[in-house]
């Protein structure tokens, strides 16, 4: 067997060729580009290594998954629009996931053995949820086998592994005290092999997808930082590009869910907002299509892509004035009325990304129509 089962599903005819869905195609590689902080002109590059890899050989992608909630699963497959997850699933040849194949039991097995005997050394394997350790590993088993067995064995087979979620990242919920588990990280058990982290709670589909589009047009995996996550996606704290930083620099905080600085969109600070600790992508990229996150929503940011953020960052709705690495307390109390230089870039961030996003769409849209020009020349 080769892809996923479901993938029939998408077999009415591929993205790339049908002409309703080519534009949408060519503005989702407008919109990867930006997020890969790509100038506008890589854009046919991008477009060349998709349809490329559709073409010739799609790189065969395992998605595992051992102590989750399956919500990084939901997330891809609920990714922006229907046919973006098309996009990078016809660049892909996902050929084993449990929750989403249609096989089971042996036959499941049977494709996973088979994509890995196929594809030594240039299988990407997706990971999500932690792996136990206790007891070795017999609260995780599947087929008869443990994680720690499963991630072991294919360890040889894969060119690189990619961590989604906090909890294949860093341990997650699983790990929280007393972790009766021993649920570890997957870069913990993982010795010979690249690992890139991609931690929240759950990843942005769309930062999946980057590094897999990341992979299809430059062959390598994306730059990281030390926590082994794309800089592309984590290089900046939430609160660094968080639309509510000026009432932050402003002194102006909500104090309760209904009061009048909530109404206002006040910072959330003071309800217990982890932006400051937090590296992610969320206030600049948003989600559902850049239309929404959390802090937009009222909700002050959790922390949930921060190592151990269950026991560090709990309760979620106190300040928590011990946390270490950042000395924000002091200045959210006494900074009054004044203006700090990073409250115009972080106002400016999403309005930056939406105007390169909307650049490089339309971009991809007149190339679009410039093929379709000459198509009917052509004909
Ligand atoms: S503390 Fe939270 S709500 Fe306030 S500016 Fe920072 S990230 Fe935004």
Sequence with gaps: MGTLDFLSAY????????????????????????????????????????????????PSVIWLEFQDCAGNTESFTRANAPSVAEAVLESISLDYHETLMAAAGDRAEQARHEALEANRGNLIVVVEGSIPTKEEGVYCTIGGKTALQIVKEIEPYAMAFVAVGTCASFGGLPQANPNPTGAVALED???????????????????LMGVLVHYLVFGRLPEVDAQKRPLFAYGKRIHDTCERRPHYDAGQFALAFDDY????????????CKGPQTYNICAAWRWNSSASWPVKAGHPCIGCSERQFWDR??????????VGGFGVEERADTVGGAVVGLTAAAVAAHAAYT???????????????????????ES
């Excluded at 993982?190 to 930062?207: M, Y």
């Excluded at 600085?261 to 600070?269: F, I, Q």
């Excluded at 190339?367 to 009917?376: G, K, P, R, V």
């Design 11 to 58: 077999e009415k005819g591929s993205l790339l060729n049908r002409t309703a869905d080519r534009r949408e195609f060519l503005r989702f590689c407008g919109r990867m580009t930006v997020l890969l902080g790509l100038s506008q002109s890589a854009i046919s590059r991008v477009v060349a290594a998709l349809e490329g890899a559709v073409q010739q050989h799609r």
């Design 355 to 377: 105007a390169m996003v909307k650049k490089a769409e339309k971009k991809a849209e007149e190339t679009a129509l410039s093929e379709s020009e000459e198509d009917s020349v």
């Design 189 to 207: 058990i993982i010795q010979t092999r690249p690992v890139i982290n991609l931690p929240g709670c759950p990843a942005n589909p769309d930062v």
């Design 261 to 272: 600085g909530a109404r206002e969109g006040y910072c959330l600070y003071k309800l217990g």
């Design 313 to 322: 960052f709990t309760p979620f709705y106190e300040r928590l004035p011990e």
